[in-house]
């Protein structure tokens, strides 16, 4: 197991048997940072492969589950209130809701892979609003978890491996970069998606 810096092991040490319930509560607040976050403490020996697999992986379902019911009982009164938070506009959901009466399944699947387009939230709420069976709705999110969960612990797990590379001195300054280059590619991508999509709505 790799020293970290001193804050990260005294964090680690304080969360103690609570480190997967609290990487749980990370995945349904901000899944692919976190998911980036364990893959750099997996390569470090701070997790189990399985058990921290499984536990992203509930995590962000029970994530999505949320936002779909969110959109299944409550979509136009927050378009009306709230869209603009959630990216959200009235085009977006016309738009989407012909996309999912045709091709839910792939939309799904290749909307979770991509962290929803840069639309995520709004994706799955339009899903519940277009009342997408949940069975289905889950099934097809997982497919799509799989590969988003594989890359950002892959990418987290090649962190880890190159802070392994790095001199000790160096080791507080490479977790800084790492963190903010993480979250330049996580929202970076997110938001050029979501140019993309924006742009042939």
Request: proline fraction near 3%.
């Amino acid at each position: 197991m790799e020293q970290l810096p001193h804050f990260l092991t005294l964090a680690l040490n304080l969360a103690g048997v609570f480190k997967y319930p609290l990487v749980f509560l990370g995945c349904i607040i901000e899944g692919p940072l976190v998911m980036i976050a364990a893959g750099f403490l997996l390569r470090l020996g701070h997790f189990e492969f399985w058990p921290l697999f499984g536990t992203i992986i509930i995590g962000d379902l029970i994530a999505d589950i949320f936002w779909y019911y969110l959109g299944y009982f409550f979509l136009d009164r927050i378009l009306h209130r709230h869209g603009h938070w959630f990216s959200i506009t009235p085009e977006l959901v016309t738009k989407t809701k012909t996309y999912f009466a045709r091709y839910h399944d792939t939309l799904l699947i290749i909307s979770k892979a991509t962290l929803g387009f840069g639309l995520i939230l709004g994706v799955l709420m339009v899903a519940g609003a277009s009342r997408v069976p949940l069975r289905r709705f889950l099934a097809m999110n997982f497919l799509g978890e799989l590969v988003l969960v594989v890359i950002l612990l892959s990418l987290g797990y090649f962190f880890g491996e190159m802070y392994n590379q790095i001199s000790e001195g160096f080791r507080l300054a490479f977790v800084i970069i790492t963190a903010l280059i993480s979250i330049a590619l996580v929202y970076g991508f997110a938001n050029y998606m979501k140019h993309k999509v924006q742009q042939t709505i």
